[in-house]
Structures are given as C-alpha cells and as structure tokens.
C-alpha cells in the first residue's frame, strides 16, 4: 500500500516489516537495523547477495547510539553534510546485527535529508537499514510507484514522499589512518566535499577490487542493453531508430529516433541527476532494442551520473 502517512510505517517497522521510505538521493527499502530477521527480509526482497552490506539511516534521535564510534575527521563531514546525500563508513558498533554489513567490520552510516523520514526517524527509537529499493542490479527507484512496479507485494508499507530530489544514491566515504577516501561517487559532488576535505582521495570500487563490497561493475541496469557515448548524433546512425531510445543533457534534434529523453534542456547537471533513473526505466520499456545514454559533462553530479551509465551499459 502506498500513502504518505508516518503511523502505519512506524507500526510495520516496530513489527518487523519491510517499509520502503523516500529519501532525498532515492527510496529505501528499510527494516529495523537491530533485528536481524528484519534485515534479512531485506535481502530476500531485492533478491541481493549477502555480501552486499546496507547503509544504515538515523535521524537526530538514533545518533547519539553511535556517537563513540564516530571519530574527529568523521565527525566534521558528518556536522557539515549531515542531513545529505552522504554515507560515511565507521567502525562497526557491537549492537549492529553482521549481516547489515556482510561481516566487515564496519559499517555505513547516513542521515537521509527527508522531512518524512526524519519524522518517521523521530518516531522511532532503533535505526534503519535500508538499500535502494529494487530487486538487485536494477535501477534504483525515485518514486514510490516506481517501488510498487516492482516490490509492491514484497513489502508492507510504501510511505510517498513525492519524487527524490537528488536522484542518484550517496555519495560513499571513509576516513582512516590512509587519508579520507570517496568509495562511491553520488549525490554529494566531489566539488562540495573539496571544499571541506581538500585532500580526498577517490578509490572507486569494482569486481576487480577486492575492498570493494557490492560496488558491482554491472549494476543500475536496464534489461535493454545500454550504449554509453560521447557523440550521440555519431551513435544513432546506423542505429534501428523506431527502436532506439536516446538519453542526454541538451540533446541535439535526432530525427526519427523513438524516444528521445532530455534529462536537462539547458544543460542542469543536477537537474540531470534528479531526471536520470525515471528516463533509465521509461526507455527500458517494450519495443524497445537500445538504449543510447550521452556521457554527462564531468562537473559537479557529472562524475556520479557517468559512473552510474558505466556500470549500467557493463555486459
Ligand atoms: P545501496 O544499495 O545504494 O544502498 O548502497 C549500499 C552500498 O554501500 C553497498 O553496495 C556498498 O558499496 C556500500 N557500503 C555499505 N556499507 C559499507 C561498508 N561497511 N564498507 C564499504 N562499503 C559499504
Ligand atoms: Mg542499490
């Protein structure tokens, strides 16, 4: 059931249930972090692997749980982007089930900017574990009929907060005696987090990377197959143009071909960002055959967008 009223979310969580919540990067498909038969109802919705650990959510009230474990570098990016569209790994507090975290010993910590969320948060006095809701490997949702086209029946509660305002996931960082270090491009962009840590290193996951839980190098995925290009106007010649989709920021005229998704008319990157996973599920519809993605500008979510259609046209 969708709604956007915070009691019945709040009954299904302290019962054990799945609630998928909208957040400002895209809605999560969450459970009581503490209750380890929750979280597992989590894995078996998405049909995600065990190795693959979970962000967990706290507002205001959850924080203080965790506050010995947050150390002073940690603890400045929380106080500058907290509430925001950044994750940031800690040491794995005792009281944190290990399947949240796929036995690392550590674990990702977020404060979701959503005043929906913040109040169900409020409301509640455990934290929540939550990763994209979609089944695993597809693209995420920012919309809560985009959770009911595909976990309707899996979970008990879709709480709508209308469509997410970042659109991509968070931005993913760790600070230890190696330097502070961006583990996942997203919502927070590379620019913003300079300003505050100039000496951040990125060290962005794949397959090949064994530090890499979950990161997968094919992930965001359209069942249709992808292609990422500089030049659209060059990719679709040649091209079956009554069954091409063509995704990009201030997209050239290109006629004849299908659909055409402008994710930005005067060249947004945020706005680009925000319009992404929406125009990722409209054009992987029916008659369909390729989907032909324009690499984003590599400034401000840039970077995030792109690392996002790698791994979406990864085969
Ligand atoms: P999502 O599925 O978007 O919620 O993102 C979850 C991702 O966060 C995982 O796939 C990992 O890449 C990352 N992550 C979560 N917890 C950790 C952790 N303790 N250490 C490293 N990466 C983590
Ligand atoms: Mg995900």
């Not at 369909?288 to 590599?298: F, V």
Request: glycine content about 8%.
């Amino acid at each position: 059931m969708i709604g956007s009223d915070i009691s019945p979310a709040v009954d299904h969580l302290r019962a054990g249930e799945l609630v998928a919540i909208p957040t400002e990067t895209v809605y999560g498909l969450a459970a009581n972090a503490l209750n380890d038969e929750a979280v597992l109802q989590i894995f078996e919705a998405k049909n995600r692997p065990h190795f693959d650990p979970l962000i967990v959510h706290i507002g205001q009230r959850q924080l203080p749980m965790f506050e010995e474990y947050i150390h002073d570098e940690a603890r400045t990016l929380m106080n500058t982007f907290w509430p925001g569209p950044l994750t940031v790994i800690i040491d794995k507090p005792p009281f944190i089930p290990d399947i949240v975290c796929s036995g690392l010993t550590t674990v990702g910590l977020r404060m979701p900017d959503h005043p929906l969320t913040q109040e169900l948060l409020s409301e509640i006095d455990f934290p929540l574990a939550a990763p994209s809701a979609n089944p695993f490997t597809y693209v995420s949702p920012t919309t809560a009929q985009h959770v009911e086209d595909q976990l309707g029946d899996k979970v008990s509660y879709i709480l709508d907060g209308g469509p997410a305002k970042v659109g991509i996931e968070s931005t993913i960082m760790r600070s230890d005696q190696g330097g502070i270090k961006v583990l996942r491009l997203g919502g927070l962009s590379l620019d913003e987090l300079r300003k505050v840590e100039p000496n951040i290193e990125l060290e962005i996951n794949s397959n090949a990377n064994p530090r890499a839980p979950g990161q997968l190098d094919r992930h965001y995925a359209t069942q249709t197959p992808l292609l990422l290009v500089d030049d659209v106007e060059e990719a679709v010649k040649g091209s079956d143009l009554a069954k091409t989709a063509v995704i990009g920021m201030k997209l050239p005229e290109l006629k004849g071909v299908n659909l055409k998704l402008d994710l930005s008319e005067n060249g947004d990157v945020s706005e680009a960002a925000r319009n992404l996973f929406a125009a990722l599920r409209l054009a992987d519809s029916e008659g369909i055959e390729k989907i032909i993605c324009q690499k984003a500008p590599e400034t401000g979510l840039g970077p995030a967008i792109n690392d996002r259609l790698r791994r979406a046209a990864f085969r």
